[in-house]
């Protein structure tokens, strides 16, 4: 199984920036970051597959971005402009390691981080 051990996140003003971290024993073809807001169900953020194809959610396109560290075998998140409604929990997420499709669902995910708390005040 694929372990992946979460850090980063806290709380930032409106329109700062957070960067989000995820150590992971071994990638995937599919790595992503998902988020569940107040009363609302998870949704996913942003996907990037081995040959760093990305994907996001519409309500980050443009501030948020995705990357891989092959070195250093982390996945992050860089999240530039946030607002209030950015807040909530991130989850980092793998698809089973014999996968080889990816898009921005959680059907897709089978290994999650413990989760970080991100709190953006106005």
């Known amino acids: 199984q694929v372990q992946l051990v979460e850090s980063g996140g806290g709380s930032v003003q409106a329109g700062g920036s957070l960067r989000l971290s995820c150590a992971v024993s071994?990638?995937?073809?599919?790595m992503g970051w998902f988020r569940q807001r107040p009363g609302k169900e998870r949704e996913g953020v942003a996907r990037?597959?081995?040959?760093?194809?990305?994907g996001y959610s519409d309500s980050v396109k443009g501030r948020f971005t995705i990357s891989r560290d092959n070195a250093e075998k982390t996945l992050s998140l860089q999240m530039n402009s946030l607002n209030p409604e950015d807040t909530g929990m991130y989850y980092c997420?793998?698809?089973?390691?014999?996968?080889?499709?990816?898009?921005?669902?959680?059907?897709?995910?089978?290994?999650w981080g413990q989760g970080n708390q991100v709190t953006v005040s106005s």
């Open positions: 990037i597959t081995t040959g760093g194809t990305t």
């Open positions: 071994q990638w995937t073809y599919c």
């Open positions: 997420a793998a698809a089973p390691i014999s996968a080889y499709s990816c898009a921005l669902s959680s059907g897709y995910f089978r290994s």
